[in-house]
């Protein structure tokens, strides 16, 4: 009887033997399908957030080629934070090409001392990790910090991008991307800015070229084609 | 032969169960085995793509003169336009060691702001939607490159499936200094 006991452990151990191995080669397989979509995913993500950033800064310097850079000053209504303890902040939110200020409340309360640090970057994640509705999906949310220095001051950009697929990046994603773009110097001169290194400008279309010389008024220029320019 | 040691002996009912359940784990072994091998082969070749993409990507990223680019301006309409580039023919890339059937492709897509539609500034708008009052040239360009190819695997069965990796970004060119 000892004789035929020890059979059978025998082949029980043989038997969890292999499948110790069999659940291995699994578990390595699973481990390895997972980290080369973790490394896709984080190399989407890294560049979704790029992309975010140069669409802001894209966004943010058309206010300024129009010669009126957006500012805590003349847009105070968009602005959080007091330039002192917390910097003046502003949230852009969007997909692809599109953005405009967040409207979502999440973490963007202008008009308020708003969110110092890193704080504001729950309130990102937790953006960009709800089921996104239909007509309103951001795919990206990027904090803009309004800075001073010299006299001129610029935007310091932080962009945040949605993951593709759900669960397979690092638990931290959306991922942060740190950057500063759009160095904006106070120009008063549109021409100089806007048009600096244009070799020549072209016009399409009807209508009337003005210039004015005064930004106080615009509607009175100093010369005007009077609806000369068109099709010859 | 003592009548203790007979006893001690399998039966063959034992050994046939025993050698049943053997040959299954060894089968399931051998699978597994076979199965992880093609897994690592595969990703083998998506870590190779997607290197691929993202160099070709990072490289239009930084070449910084896409706006000045005349070949990125249709001839008649004077309009910013949008071009897809083949990775080999116009890019000069080649195939990544141990990628069969391997294309690329790298499209760019002219954006430009609509300022004056609205009254303000408010979104980017694809030019493939153009309306009256557009201002500036091509000034935001997105990136996207796809690299293609037919898998190991699929290639062993004589299949045509083909997998892809496809990175998307954007391209913002800095403004010149006044």
């Given at each position: 009887m000892r004789a035929r006991g020890t059979?059978?452990?025998?082949?029980?151990?043989?038997?969890?033997?292999?499948?110790?191995?069999?659940?291995?080669?699994?578990?390595?397989?699973?481990?390895?399908?997972l980290q080369a979509r973790g490394t896709q995913e984080a190399a989407h993500v890294r560049f979704a957030a790029r992309g975010a950033v140069a669409t802001a800064a894209a966004w943010l310097d058309a206010f300024a080629a129009q010669g009126a850079p957006l500012t805590p000053t003349s847009s105070p209504e968009?602005?959080?934070?007091?330039?002192?303890?917390?910097?003046?902040?502003?949230?852009?939110?969007?997909?692809?090409?599109?953005?405009?200020?967040?409207?979502?409340?999440?973490?963007?309360?202008?008009?308020?001392?708003?969110?110092?640090?890193?704080?504001?970057?729950?309130?990102?994640?937790?953006l960009l990790r709800a089921p996104p509705a239909e007509a309103t999906e951001a795919t990206f949310a990027v904090r803009v910090d309004f800075e001073e220095v010299g006299g001129t001051f610029f935007y310091r950009l932080r962009g945040l991008a949605r993951a593709s697929e759900e669960g397979v990046s690092d638990p931290r994603n959306p991922s942060v991307l740190a950057a500063q773009a759009g160095l904006v110097p106070a120009v008063p001169e549109l021409f100089a800015y806007g048009f600096a290194g244009r070799e020549r400008i072209v016009l399409r279309g009807r209508g009337t070229l003005a210039v004015a010389d005064s930004n106080d008024d615009p509607n009175d220029p100093v010369l005007s084609s009077n609806g000369a320019i068109g099709p010859p | 032969m003592s009548f203790a040691r007979c006893k001690s002996a399998f039966s063959l009912v034992e050994v046939v169960v025993s050698m049943g359940i053997l040959a299954t784990l060894l089968l399931a072994l051998a699978a597994t085995s076979a199965s992880a091998v093609q897994l690592g082969e595969d990703m083998r070749e998506r870590r190779a793509?997607?290197?691929?993409?993202?160099?070709?990507?990072?490289?239009?990223?930084?070449?910084?003169?896409?706006?000045?680019?005349?070949?990125?301006?249709?001839?008649?309409?004077?309009?910013?336009?949008?071009?897809?580039?083949?990775?080999?023919?116009?890019?000069?890339?080649?195939?990544?060691?141990?990628?069969?059937?391997?294309?690329?492709?790298?499209?760019?897509?002219?954006?430009?702001?609509?300022?004056?539609?609205?009254?303000?500034?408010?979104?980017?708008?694809?030019?493939?939607?153009?309306?009256?009052?557009?201002?500036?040239?091509?000034?935001?360009?997105?990136?996207?490159?796809?690299?293609?190819?037919?898998?190991?695997?699929?290639?062993?069965?004589?299949?045509?499936?083909?997998?892809?990796?496809?990175?998307?970004?954007?391209?913002?060119?800095?403004?010149?200094?006044?």
């Open positions: 059979a059978l452990v025998n082949v029980a151990l043989v038997v969890l033997i292999a499948l110790g191995v069999v659940t291995t080669l699994l578990l390595a397989s699973n481990g390895l399908a968009l602005w959080a934070g007091d330039g002192i303890d917390v910097p003046y902040h502003l949230v852009l939110t969007g997909s692809g090409a599109s953005c405009a200020p967040d409207a979502s409340g999440l973490f963007y309360a202008p008009g308020t001392q708003g969110l110092s640090g890193e704080a504001w970057l729950d309130g990102a994640r937790a | 793509a997607l290197a691929q993409a993202a160099s070709v990507l990072e490289r239009i990223l930084a070449t910084d003169s896409l706006e000045s680019d005349p070949a990125y301006v249709d001839p008649n309409s004077g309009e910013p336009t949008r071009l897809v580039h083949d990775l080999a023919s116009d890019l000069g890339e080649a195939a990544p060691a141990g990628l069969d059937g391997w294309s690329g492709s790298a499209e760019v897509r002219a954006y430009r702001f609509d300022a004056l539609v609205d009254g303000a500034p408010a979104a980017w708008r694809d030019l493939a939607d153009p309306k009256p009052f557009l201002w500036g040239e091509g000034q935001l360009f997105e990136v996207r490159v796809t690299v293609r190819w037919r898998p190991s695997s699929v290639g062993r069965t004589g299949g045509s499936q083909t997998s892809a990796v496809t990175l998307r970004s954007f391209y913002y060119p800095s403004p010149e200094e006044p």
